[in-house]
């Protein structure tokens, strides 16, 4: 089991930058597939970015492809989402996730969930 904590977010105006960590607790952080999904207020969670445990891949909604990157420091427990060009319609709460499997962009895969972290981005 692995428990999971964001934390990073803010308020930032338009085409700004934010990084998200999210802290996993727990000694098997490396053998879990990460993610992070977002949720804007009256709108379904969605799929943000993900990395595989040997951080040789990553995979992008196209909505944020470009801007935003995912890392993950297996020492530290940690993965992040540098955000940059920020914008408005990126205002959303952004969840961490795991779970031991292949790259996905399926929500539904995801056995782990953070409690989230509020982002705002101002115009």
């Known amino acids: 089991q692995v428990q999971l904590v964001e934390s990073g977010g803010g308020l930032v105006q338009a085409g700004g930058s934010l990084r998200l960590s999210c802290e996993a607790s727990?000694?098997?952080?490396?053998?879990?597939?990460m993610g992070w999904f977002r949720q804007a207020p009256g709108k379904e969670r969605e799929f943000v970015a993900a990395?595989?445990?040997?951080?040789?891949?990553?995979y992008y909604a196209d909505s944020v492809k470009g801007r935003f990157t995912i890392s993950r420091d297996n020492v530290k427990t940690t993965v992040y989402l540098q955000m940059d060009s920020l914008k408005p319609e990126d205002t959303a709460v952004y969840y961490c996730?795991?779970?031991?499997?292949?790259?996905?962009?399926?929500?539904?895969?995801?056995?782990?969930w953070g409690q989230g972290t509020q982002v705002t981005v101002s115009s």
């Open positions: 996730a795991a779970y031991r499997g292949p790259i996905s962009s399926v929500l539904y895969d995801y056995r782990y």
């Open positions: 727990g000694r098997t952080f490396s053998m879990y597939t």
């Open positions: 990395i595989t445990r040997s951080d040789s891949s990553t």
